[in-house]
Nanobody, 124 residues
Framework: QVQLVESGGGLVQAGGSLRLSCTAS????????MGWFRQAPGKEREFVAA????????YSADSVKGRFTISRDNAKNTVYLQMNSLKPEDTAVYYC?????????????????WGQGTQVTVSS
């Protein structure tokens, strides 16, 4: 069983930056591929970025490429999402997720564990 706790959300002006963190409990973090998803009010959940447990290869949605960076620190059981050049359309609840697959994926069903989410609000 893996428990995930996100932090780092908040209110920021357009063009600003935030860094989200997701800390996992348990001893298996280093063997989980990790992902970030988001859900805006009235919209479906959307993939943001993912990182492999094996080689830390990453995969990001086109909408955030060049602006968001996912990384992980296995010694701290933590995955990060550095968000730069934020836009109002980035406003959402951001969730981290842990999966058993080797490769980073945008398929939500590939992730077995989910955090409770952290709110990110970008004002114009």
């Amino acid at each position: 069983q893996v428990q995930l706790v996100e932090s780092g959300g908040g209110l920021v002006q357009a063009g600003g930056s935030l860094r989200l963190s997701c800390t996992a409990s348990g001893r298996t973090f280093s063997r989980h591929s990790m992902g970030w998803f988001r859900q805006a009010p009235g919209k479906e959940r959307e993939f943001v970025a993912a990182i492999s447990w094996m080689d830390s290869s990453t995969y990001s949605a086109d909408s955030v490429k060049g602006r968001f960076t996912i990384s992980r620190d296995n010694a701290k059981n933590t995955v990060y999402l550095q968000m730069n050049s934020l836009k109002p359309e980035d406003t959402a609840v951001y969730y981290c997720a842990a999966g058993w697959g080797v490769h980073p994926t945008d398929i939500g069903e590939a992730y077995a564990y989910w955090g409770q989410g952290t709110q990110v609000t970008v004002s114009s």
